[in-house]
């Protein structure tokens, strides 16, 4: 080869192929101490679009340390459901996470049923007392009573000592279809009686009680809006006026914490006979969504009164909010409790669920009535306890309006936002509700009740063949009452004078109710308690007071003042 000709392709890889070789070499060599040096360190994958960095994975990463790495072995489940919920009480108060162990008893309570034989129990001095048997329920079908004590369930001995009312569902609780045996004590029966019961599915009712107040008035209290909540209201609907004879309806919701939106749509549409904007809702990732009335009730009902207290939140804040701004009707009692934010429910992989707050609703006016929260659960829920001394209760003019923005109502009412629905008419909190000797001679004045009536329950009955006539003649005497304080007493509840003085018609009334609740029905003892119930007894005022062919929003003028002047 000549020293001047070109040099070939191969000759060209000879030369350089150990300069690249030493590079690969030194490469190779630094980016091995690299990898050595960072091997424990997390790294973030970048997305195509180079824009933002893909989730890492942290949490996941973390719970695998610690179940390979931690001093002493820890469920990873409950680390798991740990850092789940410390995630969630950074957003707000109501997002949630429901545990598989707590999933059956919250769906139940949403979705209106489950399995056994549908009986109320109450353990009382190591005996299990049927205090309550739902109608045409398993146990109502085979013959259970209320007053029966439990003896046996199947072949266990369940009288004595260590009872706990786990123990007692456990047995009684189990799939539609399954047989249980129970042996029960009646009052006048000297043998043990076998019930065999076959379990079934058993309605939870959000109706819990529907009753005429006197000719034309009614009252349906709704304790929750479940899945069943509205077909339970239109049965009961349908019977207090096609068979009662119902004009108005007092629509009870002290208590109630609300539930499903739709529900409570879905009861409002039954209030209006034309078309109205009932609650409206708009999220992050949410349009606006509009929930209005079709004018299509299926049953005509005139003047509408909504009860509301410190407890009523969510759907019954819906439903109250609706009846106010659109003017249909009068809002009695306490400011609500103030929740205007709206949930969907996520099933995860393993069974458990994600609540997650994904919108806020408006009342028809605009109106948002979330109260406010900084993401502290403990100053969100102190709330009540702040109500309370401020003189809330007790006061509609210590009512703290957080929303200064003024909303009207379709008749141009002022209305305000921010913290709950303030009613149109206010009435006080009843001491002995939260008076706590009034409380506990009360709960032990039940247990002497079941004693009382073990061989008492037959003879009242005869004496008395309906609620009515028993409403009407029976009446709970000094003797009777002293009786049970005494009984309290026994059981280390201190006798006060003074407090006993001052509530002995509230505890009488609360005596009277208990015992027509065990003879007559769940009716029976919502009636007692409502023929002296302020609330109640106000509603029915405003709605006596005013011509059939008044407004039930001009019911009360001189409430209507004080709303617009806050």
Known sequence: ?????????????????????????????????EMASNKNNSYV????????????GKVEEIL???DARYLEEEPSTQLEDAAIEAVLKELDPH?????????????????????????????????????????????????????????MIDDSLVAGENIYNSNVIDKLKGEAGSPVSIKVKRAGASELKEV????????IFSVLTACMLNKNTGLIKIKNFSGTTYEEFMRSLEDLIDNQGLQHLILDLRHNPGGYLEAATKILDQLF?????????????????????????????????????????????????????????????????????VQEQYKLTDGSALRLTVARYFTPSGRYIQKPYDGSEGLYGD??????????????????????????????RIVHGGGGIIPDIFIPLDTSRINAYFQSTNLLGRDYIYKYLDNKRTALVKQYPTFDNFEANFSISDQFLNQLVDYAESKELKRDDALLSKYKAELKIEIKANIADQLYGEIAYYKTLFSVDEMVQRAISEINRTNKSTPVSAMNEKETTEVQNH
């Not at 020293?3 to 091995?32: H, Q, R, Y």
């Not at 353990?123 to 209320?146: F, H, M, N, R």
């Open 1 to 33: 080869m000549q020293d001047n000709e070109p040099l070939s392709n191969k000759e060209k890889i000879n030369i350089f192929l150990p300069l690249v070789l030493a590079l690969a070499l030194a490469g190779g060599t630094w980016l091995g101490f």
């Open 45 to 56: 994958v970048v997305s195509d679009q180079g824009k933002y960095p893909a989730k890492s």
């Open 64 to 66: 695998r340390f610690i």
């Open 95 to 151: 997002s949630s996470y429901i545990s598989l162990d707590n999933i059956e008893r919250v769906n139940e309570s949403l979705n209106g049923n489950f399995e056994g034989i549908g009986i109320e129990f109450y353990i009382l001095e190591d005996t299990i007392y049927v205090v309550g048997v739902i109608p045409d329920g398993p146990s109502d079908q085979a013959g259970l009573l209320k007053g029966d004590k439990i003896i």
């Open 196 to 203: 065999k019961i076959t379990r079934g599915e058993i309605p």
């Open 273 to 341: 006979s034309a078309r109205k904007l009932l609650v409206y809702t708009e999220g992050r990732s949410y349009r606006r969504k509009e929930y209005n009335s079709t004018g299509k009730a299926m049953f005509n009902v005139n003047k509408v009164v909504v009860l509301i207290d410190e407890s009523s939140a969510s759907a019954s804040e819906i439903v109250a909010g609706a009846i106010q701004d659109n003017d249909r009707g009068l809002v009695i009692g306490r400011r609500s409790f103030g929740k205007g934010l």
């Open 383 to 412: 709330d009540l306890r702040k109500r309370y001394e401020s003189g809330e209760l007790y006061s509609r003019d210590s009512i703290n309006i957080t929303d200064s923005t003024v909303y009207r109502t379709v008749n141009g």
